[in-house]
C-alpha cells in the first residue's frame, strides 16, 4: 500500500513512518518544515519528504492518507484529500487499527513523564529478552529511535492531545491497552479542553478500554486520578507512591519507592513494605523516582521480574531533551529541556537542584506551547521557576500575559528577552565557572541551546 503521511516530521508521525515502512508500505510524507532530527531519521529509512502542503504531492494519488493533527481545514493537501474523496484517517486510529491488533499494548499516560517512562519502560523489556516494539515521542539514547517493530508487546506513549481535525477523541482511546501506566493529571492543553473535567473524562474513557484481565498502574498520590478511579474501574489497579509523602493514599500503595539520597541517584524500590533491591542511575529528581517505579510495576504486569527491571534502569542513560546535557565547556553544563507545563519545570530544577547542590542554576525559558503561552499558568510560573538562581524568559507576541508578572516575583532574578540572539548573549557575558545552564522549551527555541553551546565553546578554545 501507498501511504502518505501529513505532518510527518513530528515525532510520533515520524515514529508511525517508521513503522508502516517496517511493515512494508510505501511512505511518503510531507511536512510544513522539513527539519532535522527526523527528517534525517527518515531519509535514511528511503521515506521521499516534501516541504510544504500543496496538492501535487498526492498525485499520483496515494492508496490512504494519514493526517497529523496539526492540520486543518483550509489545508491545500487536506482539501485535496476531501475533493478528491481519498481515504484518509488519523495516525492514531491507524496505528490501533492496523498494527497494534495482533500485539500486547503497553500504554503510558499522564500529563507528565510519558515520555521517560515509555523509554524506561521498552528499555526495561528489551533487557528482559522480549524485544518490544515502541512509539515513543522522544528519542531513548539507550536505542536511539524513537520507534520501531519489535515482537508480541509493543510500548506505546499515550497521548490526551485530540485525535485529528475530524476527530476530537483523545489519542489513547484508540491503543486499547493491556497494561496502562497513569502517572498524574493536571490540566493542560488549553487550546482543546476547556478545564480540568473534561480531561478527566478523557482518561475515563481510556480506563473504560482497558480488558478485565489488564492491568491499571496508577500513582496513589494523584488526587484528579483518584477522581477518575472513582468513576467506575473494571481492571486490577496496581498504585504505586513515593514513601516520604505520609498521605493514606500514598502509603496504602503496594509499590513505593524510597530517596535513599537527596538528589534521586540512589532509590529503594518496595513492595508490600518489602525491598525489592536499590537502583542507583544517573537521573535525578522525585518524578524521576516515580517514572521509575512506574515502570517497573508495568514491566511486572507483563511478566519481568522487579530484580531484572532495577538491573535495567541502572543502565537507562535517559531521554533526548530531558534535562540532556548536550556539552561542558570550562565547567559550565549545558542542558536542553523539553519544558510544556509549569510542573514539568518545578520537577526538573528541584531535581536538578538536589543533585547539584549550591551550584549556579541559570535557566533559558521559551513559553512555546498554546497551554504556556496562554495566561492559565502565570500564576504558578514563579514559583516553578524558584530552584533557578538567574532565568531569562523569550517573549513573543503570541504570549497572551505580561512577562514582568512573572519575572517580578523572582526578586530582581529574571529578565525578558524578545530576540534570541539578546538572550544568548546576555547568558554568555554572566556565566561562569560551575554554573548550569538549562534551555528550556517544548519547541525549537530559535536552537538556542545549540548556539550558545557553539559560542561559548569558540570563547574557551585553545589556540592551535
Same mark, same amino acid.
Given at each position: 500500500?501507498?501511504? !502518505? ?9 515520524? *515514529? ?14 510531507? &511536512? ?21 502542503? @500543496? ?7 496515494? &492508496? ?65 529478552? %522480549? ?46 491497552? @493491556? ?16 478545564? %480540568? ?18 492491568? %491499571? ?13 472513582? /468513576? ?28 535513599? /539520597? ?11 513494605? /518489602? ?60 542542558? &536542553?529541556?523539553?519544558? !510544556? !507545563?509549569? #510542573? ?6 528541584? *531535581? ?18 498554546? #497551554? ?10 514563579? #514559583? ?5 538562581? !538567574? ?33 544568548? /548573549? ?39
Amino acid at each position: 500500500m501507498k501511504i !502518505h503521511i501529513l505532518g510527518i516530521c513530528g515525532t510520533f508521525m515520524g *515514529g508511525l513512518a517508521a513503522l508502516a515502512r517496517d511493515d512494508g508500505h510505501e511512505v511518503t510524507g510531507s &511536512d510544513e518544515n522539513v527539519y532535522p532530527p527526523m527528517s534525517t531519521q527518515l531519509e535514511a529509512l528511503g521515506i521521499e519528504l516534501t516541504c510544504g502542503y @500543496d496538492a501535487d504531492q498526492l498525485d499520483p494519488r496515494p &492508496d490512504l492518507v494519514i493526517v497529523g493533527n496539526a492540520l486543518s481545514r483550509g489545508n491545500p493537501a487536506v482539501e485535496t484529500v476531501l475533493n478528491e474523496r481519498i481515504p484518509y484517517m488519523s495516525g492514531p486510529r491507524w496505528l490501533g487499527e492496523n498494527y497494534l491488533k495482533n500485539r500486547r499494548v503497553l500504554a503510558i499516560a499522564g500529563t507528565h513523564g510519558k515520555t521517560t517512562t515509555s523509554s524506561m519502560t521498552a528499555w526495561i523489556l528489551e533487557q528482559a529478552g %522480549l524485544n518490544p516494539g515502541f512509539l515513543i515521542g522522544g528519542i531513548p539514547t539507550n536505542f536511539n529511535v524513537s520507534a520501531r517493530s519489535g515482537s508480541e508487546w509493543f510500548v506505546v506513549e499515550a497521548d490526551e492531545y485530540d485525535t485529528a481535525f475530524f476527530d476530537k477523541r483523545a489519542k489513547f482511546v484508540h491503543y486499547r491497552p @493491556d497494561i496502562a501506566v497513569l502517572n498524574n493529571l493536571e490540566f493542560d492543553h488549553a487550546d482543546i479542553y476547556p478545564d %480540568l473535567k473534561s480531561i478527566q473524562l478523557q482518561f475515563n474513557h481510556l480506563i473504560r478500554t482497558v480488558p478485565g484481565n489488564g492491568t %491499571l498502574v496508577c500513582n496513589a498520590l494523584d488526587a484528579e486520578l483518584k477522581e477518575v478511579l472513582d /468513576q467506575g474501574c473494571w481492571s486490577h489497579q496496581a498504585l504505586f507512591s513515593l514513601v516520604e509523602n505520609q498521605s493514606a493514599e500514598g502509603n496504602r500503595a503496594e509499590w513505593q519507592v524510597r530517596l535513599l /539520597q537527596p538528589s534521586g541517584h540512589e532509590l529503594e524500590m518496595l513492595r508490600g513494605g /518489602q525491598r525489592l533491591g536499590v537502583l542507583q542511575w544517573p537521573l535525578s529528581g522525585r518524578h524521576n523516582a516515580m517514572n521509575a517505579l512506574a515502570a517497573v510495576v508495568a514491566a511486572e504486569a507483563a511478566g519481568v521480574d522487579p530484580e531484572i527491571s532495577i538491573n535495567a534502569l541502572a543502565r537507562f542513560s535517559g531521554v533526548k531533551r530531558r534535562l540532556e546535557e548536550i556539552g561542558e565547556v570550562n565547567g559550565v553544563r549545558i542542558y &536542553d529541556d523539553f519544558a !510544556h !507545563h509549569p #510542573t514539568a519545570i518545578r520537577l526538573t530544577l528541584e *531535581g536538578l537542584r538536589r543533585s547539584v547542590g549550591n551550584a549556579r542554576i541559570l535557566v533559558a525559558l521559551e513559553p512555546a506551547s498554546n #497551554t504556556m503561552r496562554g495566561s492559565h499558568h502565570v500564576d504558578s510560573l514563579p #514559583t516553578a521557576l524558584m530552584a533557578a538562581d !538567574h532565568v531569562w524568559l523569550k517573549t513573543s507576541d503570541a504570549m497572551d500575559w505580561n512577562p514582568h508578572d512573572v519575572l517580578g516575583k523572582l526578586e530582581g532574578h529574571g529578565k525578558a528577552r524578545a530576540r534570541v540572539e539578546m538572550l544568548v /548573549q546576555d547568558l554568555l557575558e554572566g556565566v561562569r565557572p560551575g554554573d548550569h545552564v538549562v534551555f528550556m522549551s517544548n519547541k525549537g527555541f530559535g536552537n538556542a541551546s545549540r548556539r550558545f553551546l557553539d559560542a561559548f565553546q569558540a570563547r574557551h578554545e585553545v589556540p592551535g
